[in-house]
């Protein structure tokens, strides 16, 4: 019933910039934590960054730290990843994932603590 939509994934030049999307249907309640993943081929999925139920908080992948801003905007159910100057070993798709358990509102970094997710959009960053 909980359904996220990602998207905003195309092809881009390094150092450039790209911003995510992930709309959030199917709860009964606004603002579970969420977070951003990534996965790249042959690689297994890691975190990439995450914010609490209000956006108070927040938390990024030293990879990403300086580079990549996670926000979101309750009144339209969406959390956002903006990215900016991009490297190739960004390429990879990235998920969103919400946490709608016991802890919802509280900001995670396990895969294992999320227990919704996107189908995923692809962003390839060429060189």
């Known amino acids: 019933q909980v359904r996220l939509i990602e998207s905003g994934g195309k092809l881009v030049q390094t150092g450039g910039s790209l911003r995510l999307s992930c709309v959030v249907s199917?709860?009964?309640?606004?603002?579970?934590?969420m977070g951003w993943f990534r996965q790249a081929p042959g690689k297994v999925r890691e975190f990439v960054s995450a914010?609490?139920?209000?956006?108070?908080?927040?938390v990024y992948a030293d990879s990403v730290k300086g580079r990549f801003t996670i926000s979101r905007d309750n009144a339209k159910n969406t959390v956002y990843l903006q990215m900016n100057n991009l490297k190739p070993e960004d390429t990879a798709v990235y998920y969103c994932?919400?946490?709608?358990?016991?802890?919802?509102?509280?900001?995670?970094?396990?895969?294992?603590?999320?227990?919704?997710w996107g189908q995923g959009t692809q962003v390839t960053v060429s060189s």
């Open positions: 994932a919400a946490r709608t358990g016991e802890n919802y509102y509280s900001i995670a970094t396990e895969p294992a603590d999320f227990d919704s």
């Open positions: 914010i609490n139920w209000n956006g108070g908080s927040t």
């Open positions: 199917g709860l009964s309640f606004v603002g579970p934590a």
